[in-house]
């Protein structure tokens, strides 16, 4: 009975997601939204939209906005939060801004109180967020 939102912000990589996803069995589920994450996420946000489970997996440079917005609202009190690529950070030249940006984010969700946070080393890194209850 759930239902899944995917924020993309290229339309011909939107078209293709939900070309697929109409394939799908379950594809009536699944609303693909086109625009910049921080603009929808704030949408969502102001119609009082929440969700059980967050996934982020865009450019590195936004993560700690969208990490954010999700904790300002947007993930429910049980909620689940999960980052893709949390340990790129250690692929990329030290002189790449996406390299700075991933070690704030990760920095930041340590420093967060609200939450408890374990990374998984597989691939490149995934952490998986929760509000301390």
Partial sequence: EGQVITLELDQKIADVAQAGFDASSVGQKIKVVVG?????????????????????????????????????????DD???????????????KNDIRSQRLHEFNQHVKNDKRVEQVVLTMREGVTIVRRVT
């Fill in 79 to 93: 909620g689940i939060m999960m980052v893709d690529n949390s340990l790129c950070a250690l692929l990329y030249d």
């Fill in 36 to 76: 910049t994450a921080v603009e929808e996420m704030k949408k969502l946000a102001d119609v009082a939209e929440t969700f059980d489970i967050i996934f982020i997996d865009a450019e590195k440079e936004g993560y700690i906005a969208y990490y954010d917005l999700a904790m300002g609202g947007l993930l429910k």
